[in-house]
């Protein structure tokens, strides 16, 4: 599986911006795609995971409400839609896949698939 990321940017507080993450290499069903950051100097954090198969999807608190993932499967094409956007979440923001469905808590750890980064930078 290889994932590649797509729409960063610069954008002012209060803006939206929308991420793409292509798939290619034919992901089973049971993958989980999600998207992660990295803050500058932080550690990288969960934001927002979905199931390939549809059905699931959970968001990181620090985002609820304010992101949505969602998945276009005849594109193979997972999305992070992002509004009200903070200087907080500038970061470099990471497509990751995963073979299985994870029900507890989310970190890199678990993702078996990384894409390169797309940067956001949201100014005050």
């Known amino acids: 599986v290889q994932l590649q990321a797509s729409g960063g940017g610069l954008v002012q507080t209060g803006g939206s911006l929308r991420l793409s993450c292509v798939v290619s290499g034919r992901p089973s069903s049971s993958y989980a795609m999600g998207w992660f950051r990295q803050a500058p100097g932080k550690e990288r954090e969960f934001v927002a995971a979905?199931?390939?198969?549809?059905?699931?999807?959970l968001h990181a608190g620090s985002v609820k409400g304010r992101f949505t993932i969602s998945k276009d499967s005849a594109k193979n094409t997972v999305y992070l839609q992002m509004n009200s956007l903070k200087p907080e979440d500038t970061a470099v923001y990471y497509c990751?896949?995963?073979?299985?469905?994870?029900?507890?808590?989310?970190?890199?750890?678990?993702?078996?698939?990384w894409g390169k980064g797309t940067e956001v930078t949201v100014s005050s």
């Open positions: 979905i199931k390939w198969s549809g059905g699931s999807s």
């Open positions: 990751a896949a995963r073979t299985a469905w994870y029900a507890g808590t989310w970190s890199e750890g678990l993702m078996n698939y």
